[in-house]
């Protein structure tokens, strides 16, 4: 079946005519729709997915740089909403090469107002937060990893590209304890999809971001960006170029790897004061 996809004045390059589905990408300076958008100029006929009604405003504004591109509000939680969805971008565009999955969202656990402080904040998170982190960082990826590989296994071909964290598989922050173990989860799951399904022609790879320029960058978060070894935070579009290698031809031996991609910052062993100057 002929995609659905009409293209116009698109970059030629690695992705020309690849179908990717990709999630988490409502926030216009997020690093969902800055990948999106990398994705797009290197040719890729895109479907935006997130549960936020405003990934049709991002469709929109690809549409107004020269690409075309479908956009879908669901609910990825829902296993059986994201098996539907991903039947009708099969029935719409013929074939999905790639999934980016970018949905997401760091979920920190609150102190009652009568816990002493000094307690471990994890002590205090509750079942619901804890479920409810892991719903939408870990099992989110696992309902779209399930419903595209049968279609990627038919084909004899599939590039799929997990978001993990720095926090979880390379370090941790206090609070953060929930999200982390959904970020460590996100890399057993990775590997597991690349050794089951190699033999497939497909691969699967993750990605850690540390310090990333978007709205989600809190004041103390900046402030770790300026200290990392480049002395600032990442851009959006310096995700989206290694997402779109990842989910291009020419990734065809890389599977089954967690890459960081945050400036350097986790190879510092020092970070006390001063650091900024050497």
């Avoid at 997020?30 to 040719?43: E, N, T």
């Avoid at 656990?109 to 892991?134: H, N, Q, Y």
């Avoid at 990893?145 to 390379?170: D, K, Q």
Wanted: net charge negative; aromatic share 6%.
């Amino acid at each position: 079946m002929a995609p659905f996809y009409r293209k116009r004045n698109t970059m030629a390059g690695q992705l020309e005519n690849r179908n990717i589905v990709i999630t988490g990408v409502a926030d216009p300076q997020g690093i969902g729709f800055g990948s999106a958008r990398v994705l797009a100029q290197k040719g890729a006929l895109l479907t935006l997915v997130d549960i936020s009604e405003q990934v049709h405003e991002r469709r929109d504004d690809l549409e107004r740089e020269g690409f075309d591109v479908r956009s879908h509000t669901v609910d990825l939680t829902n296993h059986s909403d994201v098996v539907d969805l991903i039947d009708q971008v099969v029935k719409d565009a013929g074939v999905i090469d790639g999934l980016v999955n970018l949905a997401g969202i760091a979920a920190r656990a609150k102190k009652g107002d009568d816990v002493d402080f000094e307690v471990p904040i994890l002590a205090t998170t509750s079942i619901e937060s804890w479920e409810r982190t892991l719903a939408i960082n870990l099992t989110t990826q696992f309902n779209c990893v399930r419903a595209v590989l049968p279609h990627m296994i038919e084909r004899r071909y599939g590039r799929i590209v997990n978001f993990s964290s720095v926090t979880g598989p390379v370090g941790a922050i206090a609070g953060l304890g929930a999200y982390a173990a959904a970020k460590a989860g996100v890399v057993g799951l990775t590997k597991s999809i690349a050794l089951e399904n190699g033999q497939f022609g497909i691969t699967a790879n993750a990605i850690a971001p540390g310090y990333v320029d978007t709205a989600a960058l809190t004041p103390g978060m900046h402030i770790g960006g300026e200290n990392t070894p480049l002395r600032r935070s990442g851009e959006p579009r310096e995700i989206g170029a290694l997402v779109g290698f990842l989910a291009s031809e020419e990734s065809s031996y890389v599977t089954g790897q967690l890459i960081t991609i945050d400036g350097g910052n986790m190879i510092q062993e020092y970070k006390g004061p001063g650091e900024l100057v050497l």
